[in-house]
């Protein structure tokens, strides 16, 4: 039986700043966007990592002691899944009948993640990622991700999945992916290049585009890679003005990348924007056609790795009735949630648990 011919459709990067520490004010504009992209015509919109609400920039500059009131504000301000914030959210996807993948700080009990939450375009939270290895300071403020967050969703515009910032150099997370099928792939990451005072701010753009157009060369995916700024609202928060040293206004580099590792759309920096590109899943089938990595490229015969997919958790067995479930879902609407359904849109593509 033939394969159906890819419809093309529209993507948007949104290239933004957060209103730093106030989730309330960082839904509202999420909101605003969400629906200025869908006006335009994107099917998905991408938003930065820990968009809601901003990035702990104060890692970077800050003794831990300096950093314990700006944690305890983060913390408070966080997102649970799910919640008011994530109805608010839902409510704007199925408003302007898009997909939503937004960065967000997710507290789960006394715990912080880096996770990527993944709203349908029928307004529902369909799936999480937690970031798997927070890097380097980032310890401080996030807790690790699990097997559970190695996955693709299979969705009527395609399979997509995503990573956050240096996860990019994971090379099995990145191969996972691309074994489970992943067709567009998210790639989030902080405004680095405006945190000055970061060794690596100098190269991070040099990074972010070596990271995200291997991996579409090497994946035959496309890549739409988000970014966030810096404003003088974050700068302000973090007890660093005038300190150019440290951090500045700007920064960033969103882009939508090609299989062929040629930008579809941007790159962009500094400035607030929506980048569009559009997205024609009948180019991979060229790029697989040269190397399918995870098919006539590989050699399983020769190179071979598992992957757990199960939950780490500190108590085992059923002990207090726990649900063994890290995709969540929940309608707009409605205050309960529960494991997403396998028979039922969008199919969820992951590895089994050991065992």
Known sequence: MSQPTPVPFTVAAVHAASEFLDLDASVDKACRLIAEAGAAGARLVVFPESFLPGYPFWIWTHTPAQSAPLFAQLFNESVELPSDATRRIGRAARDARTWVCIGINERDG??????????DDEGRLVARHRKLQPTNVERTIWGRGDGRDVFVLDTSIGRLGGLICFEHT????????????????????????????????????????????????AAQVFV???????????????????????????????????PNATYVAGPHRDDEA?????????????????????GHYARPDVFSFGIDGGAQTVLTGSAGGAVDAWHVIGTPDDETAGIIDADREPRLLAPPAAG
């Open 110 to 119: 006394g715990t912080l993640y880096n996770t990527l939450a993944w709203f």
């Open 170 to 217: 994971m090379d099995l997370n990145r191969y996972a992916l691309t074994a489970l099928g992943q067709q567009v792939h998210v790639a989030a990451w902080p405004a680095i290049s405006a945190m000055t005072a970061d060794p690596n701010s100098s190269n991070f753009d040099n990074m972010t585009e070596t990271a995200i157009k291997y991996h579409a060369l």
């Open 224 to 258: 739409v890679c988000v970014q966030s700024r810096i404003d003088e609202g974050a700068i302000e928060a973090c007890g660093l003005t005038g300190q150019t040293d440290k951090i500045r206004v700007g920064g960033g580099l969103s882009a939508i990348v090609a």
């Open 274 to 294: 929506i980048l569009y590109g559009e997205i024609d899943l009948g180019m991979i089938p060229f790029a697989k056609f040269f190397a399918d990595s995870a």
